[in-house]
């Protein structure tokens, strides 16, 4: 027994993690997201089961998930780096500022409670969801990027907004990018870039933050970030991931869009029933 759960569930619990690592790795090629969607809620239900405190639960999750999704963001981006479809510049604006936010997100998260986090996915998610479902190249704001001060804020709510949601800011840069007029498959290719200091940052800030609560944690936690989480999860989705940037390619841009937004609605949807 292992917190009150027989092996039997545990078995299960490690298959449905896999099962997600795959998932992850194909989301994360092909719309150049880390993934964290798929991983935070699978996780929630693998911590609730394993009886892990409310007060630490979210956290750990979004800090595991982040940890998780390094591999999947690094290896994402070599895939769509070869196409040769990232914006020129994004990245090195984005980079520090987003750097920055992530550390902000780090901070609340020693201090926050569990439902800002599912607030900040719910209303995130699912804005970037109507967005790309409804409105297509409706919601524009220009055909050019803006300039360097701007593109710094930008950079800044990407690494924030991400670090809250356990994602590597994919999804937001893709908003940011098609509302000024970047093709789907180059926002995606670029947000995958964007997602490598996010995550790194990201790990080691919410590493940080969970070390004061190591009393509530279960075992093999380093800070907000489960060991055995990321050991099991990483590597599969990790080697899936270039399959999926593969699948990105020989898809249109409105399946892309289409497909995206049903699956950030999905995950919405299951973070607003758990806050009641």
Not at 18 to 30: D, P, R, S
Not at 48 to 71: E, F, H, K, W, Y
Not at 213 to 241: C, D, E, K, R
Request: net charge positive; proline share 6%.
């Amino acid at each position: 027994m292992l917190f009150g759960v027989g092996l039997h569930e545990i078995l299960w619990l490690a298959v449905g993690i896999v099962v997600a690592g795959v998932i992850t790795g194909l989301l994360a090629g092909m719309f150049g997201i880390g993934g964290g969607a798929v991983i935070v809620p699978v996780l929630y239900e693998v911590f609730s089961l394993l009886n892990v405190p409310d007060a630490v639960r979210m956290q750990l999750c979004v800090g595991t998930s982040i940890a998780i999704i390094v591999p999947t963001t690094i290896r994402s981006y070599l895939a769509h780096r070869a196409n040769g479809l990232i914006v020129p510049g994004v990245i090195r604006l984005w980079a520090v500022p987003a750097v920055l936010g992530v550390a902000c997100g780090a901070a609340i998260a020693a201090f926050a409670p569990p439902v800002v986090f599912k607030i900040a996915f719910i209303v995130i998610a699912t804005f970037i969801a109507v967005k790309f479902l409804f409105a297509g190249d409706r919601w524009n704001i220009g055909a050019e990027l803006p300039g360097s001060v701007p593109m710094t804020f930008y950079g800044f709510g990407i690494g924030l907004a991400g670090s809250l949601m356990g994602i590597s800011g994919g999804s937001l840069s893709n908003i940011v990018l098609t509302l000024y007029g970047k093709p789907i498959h180059n926002a995606v290719a670029t947000s995958a870039g964007l997602g490598v200091p996010i995550t790194i940052a990201g790990t080691i800030g919410y590493i940080l933050a969970g070390l004061p609560q190591h009393a509530l944690l279960p075992p093999l936690s380093l800070g907000f970030v489960s060991l055995i989480g990321v050991a099991v999860m990483a590597p599969v989705s990790s080697f899936t991931a270039p399959y999926g940037a593969r699948l990105a390619h020989r898809l249109s841009r409105r399946v892309l869009e289409i497909a995206f937004s049903i699956f950030l609605l999905l995950m919405a949807l299951r973070f607003l029933v758990s806050l009641f």
